[in-house]
């Protein structure tokens, strides 16, 4: 077990510094550009793809780094860059978390390079969880799967929304109820090939921040996959549905489903990401309030410019430790007895909107102006609090935890 440490080693000071030349060198300069667009920035996907940042091998070493520093670490150095191209490029991510997760070694091996296809043709991958009546509430799911034994393939039938990559993904991960009965202890997760019938994209979503990252709604219509494409296998799945059943009756520990496996593996990440923003309106900021002359001097030397900065950056700090902590303790197998990894994602969310607003503030009617980036970091801030989980469901599973309660 690695010992937790908040200082990197000279390989992964070496990685950062390369993310970090990527994030200035290509992702800045495009950011406006593509948040005004509203497209994916698939340009920008292949230049990452090029070097090696889109790929399975790089995000592999990230995630098997045994100090957990690496995914952290990387998600700031991105979205330090730029929050809407940054989710473009790791929003495949998810989805492949998702069959981490949840998978078997065969599943693993054999979809997740299709995920990302190669740098002369890059593709990227869809989790589909969230739906238009099943938001936080993941056990609400309408989304059906029922097994045809006689076909050994799995119907799926229901409405998606609000995926990352939806309908544009070579390879989508759907969550669908297999036993309604059970709630989400009855829940599943599929991979739905690459071209499937029944598959489609419906709405697109035009959004107030990350728009660089395609969000849309997918819609499943009597889509067959084979009984290979159930995460886990049947009888794993045979096997946790009858456990969640007996326990059902019985009353006893809750079962874990697929969705919040792949949530809880995931929410230390977001927690990066949103630092990452926080850290980089942070800095435009301070930059200002050096060279920003009022009455004769510089803005910073007033205490109500200095003492906002100081909040600022100390909250940012205070984030990053709670975000690298969860992390470590994920890798090294440390249960989240106090839900750590709640607890890291709503620090950092709500850091990232309080920081970039207060950026917004201190460079006046300029931050108010896209003729600078914090007015942008402030939109996609915004969503850090409510995907993959609301701050308040962060909450309400960080309460449950300390408490031993079932807290509504």
């Known amino acids: 077990m690695a010992e937790f440490t908040m200082e990197l080693n000279d390989e992964q000071k070496e990685v950062r510094d390369w993310l970090h030349g990527f994030a200035a060198d290509v992702i800045r300069p495009a950011a406006a550009e593509w948040d005004e ?24 070493q990230q995630y098997f780094d045994s100090t957990g520093l690496g995914i952290p670490m990387a998600m700031e150095e991105l979205f330090w860059g ?5 989710l473009s490029i790791v929003g495949t991510g998810l989805a492949a978390v998702g069959v981490l997760a949840n998978g078997t070694e065969e599943q693993i091996g054999t979809w997740i390079p299709q995920m990302y296809g190669d740098p002369d043709d890059v593709k990227v991958a869809a989790f589909c969880s969230s739906e238009p009546d099943a938001g936080s509430d993941v056990g609400s799911l309408r989304t059906r799967a029922v097994y045809d034994e006689a076909k050994d393939e799995w119907v799926i039938n229901g409405t998606k929304t609000w995926a990352t990559n939806g309908g544009i993904a070579n390879v989508h991960v759907v969550v669908a109820s297999v036993d309604p009965e059970l709630g989400s202890k009855g829940h599943a997760s599929f991979i739905v ?40 296998g049947k009888e794993k799945l045979d096997e946790r549905l009858a456990r969640a059943r007996e326990r059902a009756t019985k009353g006893g520990e809750r079962v874990k489903n697929a969705a919040m496996a792949t949530f809880e593996a995931s929410r230390p990440a977001v927690g990066a990401m949103a630092v990452g923003t926080a850290r980089a309106a942070y800095e435009v900021a301070l930059d200002y309030a050096k060279t920003r002359e009022q009455f004769g001097r510089p803005i910073i030397d007033n205490q109500g410019v200095a003492f906002q900065l100081a909040d600022m950056r100390t909250q940012i700090d205070a984030a990053r430790l709670l975000v690298w902590r969860a992390s470590w303790m994920a890798v090294n197998g440390r249960p989240f007895t106090a839900a750590e990894g709640s607890m890291s994602k709503l620090f950092a969310s709500e850091t ?7 950026a917004i503030q201190i460079l006046g009617g300029n931050g108010y102006t896209r003729e600078y980036p914090v007015e942008r970091m402030h939109r996609d801030a915004a969503i850090y609090t409510i995907f993959e989980g609301t701050s ?12 031993g309660t079932p807290i509504r």
Not at 201 to 214: L, N, P
Not at 352 to 358: I, M
Not at 393 to 402: H, N, S, W
């Open 37 to 60: 667009r509203e497209e994916t920035p698939w340009p920008v996907i292949q230049e990452a793809a090029k070097v090696g940042i889109y790929s399975l091998d790089f995000y592999a």
């Open 193 to 232: 090939p690459p071209n499937t019938a029944g598959l489609a994209q419906g709405q697109k979503f035009k959004k107030h921040g990350i728009r660089a990252s395609h969000t849309a709604e997918v819609i499943l219509d009597n889509v067959r996959v084979p009984g290979s494409c159930l995460l886990g």
């Open 352 to 358: 990232a909107k309080k920081v970039t607003a207060q």
């Open 392 to 403: 308040e469901i962060q909450r309400l599973v960080i309460a449950r935890t300390i408490s």
């Open 82 to 86: 730029d929050a809407g191209i940054a």
